[in-house]
């Protein structure tokens, strides 16, 4: 069993930036391959961006790509989103998943055994 406990959400202005991190208990941190969902009112969660489990290879959606990184401490069972340049469309409530498969594209929720509970990003115009 993982938990995942996401931090580091908040209100930002556009062209702003923020960190989001999730920690994960556990021995097993660098089996599991982690990931960033988010979901905005009425829209279906999405992916944003993935980590394999010893970071060596990374994948995001293209609206992400430049402004959004997705790195990992295994050392401190922690995965991070730093991003930049937040936009009003990246509002959304981002979501820490962990999957066991090794994913080399695009995630899809049903590849995730385990999910944090959210955090909320909002970015004024």
């Known amino acids: 069993q993982v938990q995942l406990v996401e931090s580091g959400g908040g209100l930002v202005q556009a062209g702003g930036s923020l960190r989001l991190s999730c920690a994960a208990s556990g021995r097993t941190f660098s089996s599991y391959g982690m990931g960033w969902f988010r979901q905005a009112p009425g829209k279906e969660r999405e992916f944003v961006a993935g980590?394999?489990?010893?970071?060596?290879?990374?994948a995001s959606v293209d609206s992400v790509k430049g402004r959004f990184t997705i790195s990992r401490d295994n050392a401190k069972n922690t995965v991070y989103l730093q991003m930049n340049n937040l936009q009003p469309e990246d509002t959304a409530v981002y979501y820490c998943?962990?999957?066991?498969?090794?994913?080399?594209?695009?995630?899809?929720?049903?590849?995730?055994?385990?999910w944090g509970q959210g955090t909320q990003v909002t970015v004024s115009s």
């Open positions: 998943a962990a999957t066991l498969r090794v994913i080399m594209r695009a995630w899809h929720s049903y590849e995730c055994d385990y």
């Open positions: 980590i394999s489990g010893r970071g060596g290879y990374t």
